[in-house]
């Protein structure tokens, strides 16, 4: 999707990102573009770094060297400015981490209030659309417990939206779901990308990363193995430790 990559340059830049925890290093000297407007899916073996990389982009996680700009600008080392950075990165965990006690409009509306001054009227307003968006308008006053998984990690998704985000991460949003509930989600996520959000989605969903993502990297160990466009990767996974993680996806 080059044509969508301007108008500055890439949303995402990550140059020689290292990060290691203790002896074990789970980042090695990651070298990563996303361009604005980009749908990429992350790939790879459980431990191979995926949920890390993510944690780095938005902040949630000090590197160890290397950098990652954001928007043109360094997010490592700012201090408090990393607060209004991560304010235009939306997140959406395997968990669907809302608070138990809120309704669902209340989980939605609480960051656009507290953090960015919102009216409530008007993030109510904003929430309701968002409802609208993710397919379950008739929800607002129901808590979380009174719903399914599916339709929790649609409100998990319509929260990150409220901020209004630049950027959305996905760290295998669906691993949590029953198998019906799945499709639900992933509908919801192929909407954004058609919308032109840029995302970054680690994701076991081959299906989804054929039809809608433009790249689809492949981690393992730390280390990008693959970057290609999805119908190349699947076609010729170039190298040995990609196409076996294809083969054993595929045919699960």
Not at 120 to 147: C, M, Y
Not at 201 to 210: I, L, N, P, Q, S
Not at 226 to 246: I, L, M, N
């Amino acid at each position: 999707m080059e044509e969508s990559k301007g108008p500055n340059g890439p949303l995402v830049e990550l140059s020689g990102v290292t990060k290691s925890f203790g002896d074990n290093v789970v980042l090695n000297e990651i070298d990563l573009r996303i361009g604005r407007g980009e749908a990429v899916v992350v790939a790879g073996p459980s431990g191979s770094g995926k949920s890390t990389m993510l944690r780095c982009i938005n902040g949630l996680e000090p590197i160890d060297s290397g950098s990652i700009r954001f928007g043109g600008r360094a997010i490592e080392g700012i201090g408090r400015e990393i607060y209004g950075i991560r304010a235009q990165i939306g997140m959406v965990f395997q968990q669907f981490n809302l608070f138990p006690h809120m309704t669902v409009i209340d989980n939605i509306t609480l960051a656009p209030v507290r953090v960015q001054g919102t009216s409530v009227e008007e993030a109510r307003r904003r929430g309701r659309e968002l409802l609208e968006r993710v397919g379950i308008p008739d929800k607002e006053d129901d808590v979380p417990a009174d719903l399914s998984g599916g339709q929790q990690q649609r409100v998990a998704i319509a929260r990150a939206l409220a901020v209004d985000p630049k950027l959305m991460l996905f760290d295998e949003p669906t691993s949590a779901l029953d198998p019906e509930m799945i499709r639900e989600v992933l509908d919801v996520m192929r909407d954004l990308a058609r919308d032109g959000m840029t995302m970054i989605v680690v994701t076991h969903e081959m299906g989804f990363a054929r039809e809608v993502c433009d790249r689809l990297i492949f981690i393992d160990e730390g280390v990008i193995v693959e970057d290609a466009p999805p119908e190349e990767f699947f076609k010729a996974t170039g190298s040995a430790r990609a196409k076996e993680f294809v083969d054993k996806i595929i045919h699960h």
